[in-house]
């Protein structure tokens, strides 16, 4: 079924709202909270109807029910023990998830507009961000408009991955043929060069870890779903990546070398012992440790402490009375640079255990829609790759935390429930359809 118009703005808005959604790619702000409140907004009055379709769905339930149990349990702790902890309600987001995704469902020829003002503003913004001369004598640079250049580099790196299903997208279901079709390439890969560029100047050892695990999936994927041609393509742009790691090979061996052979030591020593924390403490005793891996590991202790004495649900708000008790209590960092280590000491396995059942049920739903030909396989290819480089990336950073992260979340929960909703209605009886809407 067609979307639907929601008003004669909304050629202009809708799709500034959701470039706004996904602005954080970008610019570091808050842009995308009050867009998720206009678009959640949209849903509740336009379109009521269908979200009492998808509450019929259970996922929506499970959304639901834990932005209710963390809702209550932040604000217990707010009350009862005066404790307000850090970012602590960025755990009830979950609650718009099935609203945001019937909103997407239902405005989605906005979409494809919204996405090439996005990647025409990364051109721009890359163009204006990068610091050439500071970039050609191995010095970092800021790309884009970031706090510090590791959010910069995830923020280009997801700009990458966008950039490269685009490209697939206009291919795949040819939308667009001639000069416009080559017009979208151009663009396309120009911003996969630039957010090259950007991340290798960045110097984040966390994001050219989580690169080559994602080209080598988006590889195989391009080859299994589209055949030889786009596979050779795709490989053109990696042997381009491949030629400026080799040709700042010297850079990058300066950068993450020393990190390396941490590291390596690290697990050497780590899997002679039972508790992974004698290795970590070794290795921040080790004079050759990097300051910002020790800075990392003392982080990663305390928090391992800190779960350990509560690790089924954790400490909520109360974590930071917990936290200073342990075995850095001079490490006033209280930003753990690690994404799953943020959930375990808040929300314990259980916690964990939500997202991996979140993260499961999506994969299988994205996998079955396009099996049943409801999505196209570069939008399947685009939510795990995007997903991929985002899970491998806060294993080393808090990434969640930050707008790139938040946005994230939001905008991946909205496509689940698009993409429930899109396979619902598919396979639902025209007189159901009639009066949903």
């Known amino acids: 079924m067609p979307a639907v118009a929601v008003s004669r703005s909304a050629p202009f808005l809708i799709p500034l709202l959701w470039v706004l959604m996904a ?27 269908y979200v009492r379709l998808v509450s019929r769905d259970w996922l929506a339930w499970f959304c639901w029910l834990w932005a209710a149990y963390a809702a209550i349990r932040f604000v217990i702790g707010m009350t009862v023990y005066d404790a307000r902890g850090t970012s602590e309600w960025l755990y009830i ?15 989605r020829q906005y979409v494809f507009p919204a996405v090439m003002v996005l990647i025409a503003a ?13 970039l050609r004598s191995g010095e970092r640079v800021f790309p884009l408009f970031h706090n510090n250049p590791i959010h910069a580099a995830i923020g280009c790196g997801m700009l990458l991955v966008t950039s490269i299903c685009l490209m697939l997208y206009v291919v795949e279901t040819r939308r667009y043929d001639g000069w416009r079709l080559g017009v979208i ?70 950068v993450a070398g020393p990190t390396i052979e941490a590291t390596g030591a690290l697990f050497s020593f780590g899997m002679e012992h039972v508790d992974p924390r004698d290795a970590m403490r070794r290795a921040v005793e080790n004079p050759d440790t990097p300051q910002s891996m020790r800075d990392r590991l003392m982080l990663w202790t305390n928090a391992l402490d800190t779960v350990e004495s509560s690790p089924w649900f954790g ?9 200073r008790q342990g075995t850095y209590q001079d490490n006033n960092h209280q930003l753990l640079h690690n ?73 991946a929960g909205a496509a689940v429930f698009a993409i429930s909703l899109a396979m619902r209605i598919s396979q639902a009886k025209p007189a159901d359809v009639a009066q949903a809407d």
């Open 93 to 107: 987001f979950p609650l718009f998830f099935p609203a945001l995704g019937v909103t997407l469902y239902k405005t």
């Open 185 to 254: 390439l151009g663009m396309g890969f120009l911003t996969v060069l630039l957010s090259g560029v950007g991340i290798l100047g960045a110097q984040s050892k966390g994001v050219w870890l989580a690169l080559g695990p994602v080209a080598g999936f988006m590889s195989l994927a391009v080859l299994a779903f589209y055949g030889k041609r786009l596979a050779l393509a795709v490989l053109a742009v990696l042997l381009v990546a491949m030629m400026g790691i080799i040709v700042a090979q010297e850079d990058a061996r300066r």
């Open 122 to 134: 990364g051109v721009v913004g890359l163009l204006a961000s990068i610091d050439w001369a500071a």
């Open 315 to 323: 400490w909520g708000n109360l974590w930071q009375d917990r936290w």
């Open 339 to 411: 994404g799953y280590l943020e959930i375990l000491v808040r929300h314990g396995l259980l916690g964990a255990l939500v997202l991996a059942t979140f993260i499961l049920v999506s994969a299988y739903r994205i996998y079955e829609a396009r099996r049943q030909g409801v999505i196209s396989a570069s939008l399947m290819l685009y939510l795990y790759s995007l997903s991929l480089f985002f899970f491998i990336t806060i294993a080393t950073n808090s990434n969640n935390r930050l707008a790139l992260g938040e946005s994230y979340f939001l905008l």
């Open 23 to 49: 602005s954080a790619m970008l610019v570091e702000s808050d842009a995308y909270r009050y867009a998720t409140l206009a678009l959640v907004a949209l849903s509740m009055i336009r379109f009521r109807d």
